[in-house]
């Protein structure tokens, strides 16, 4: 089954503290009812926000990185979303890189 969620709108600024919580709960029931065994995110955003959720069922995780993870580790992003990914890097499975230039 293929489940692709709304679009977030990126930013890390303190709305995220905010919707963080609430936005893994939708990808924790998500996830939970629609019986998914692979979290397949690409995206930075749900690289934080989906794997949580699937760390927390005990989910598989795939990663495929479309450039985002060059550019959050060596741009001027926040720190937190550098110790966050870094973070739950820890939980996938796999990670998978677009091009050698992203590898």
């Known amino acids: 089954q293929v489940f692709i969620p709304w ?3 990126q930013g890390w600024g303190r709305r995220y503290l905010l919707f963080e919580p609430l936005i893994t ?8 009812i629609l019986k998914i065994d692979i979290v397949h995110p690409q995206g930075v955003d749900d690289f934080v926000f989906a794997t949580s959720a699937a760390k927390k069922l005990n989910r598989k995780v795939l990663w495929t990185d479309h450039g985002d993870l060059k550019y ?7 720190r937190r979303l550098r110790k966050r990914i870094l973070f739950y890097a820890r939980y996938a499975h796999a990670v998978i890189a677009v091009s050698n230039s992203e590898k």
């Open 7 to 9: 679009y977030w709108p």
């Open 25 to 32: 709960a939708w990808y924790y029931l998500a996830i939970r």
């Open 72 to 78: 959050v580790m060596r741009s001027n992003t926040s």
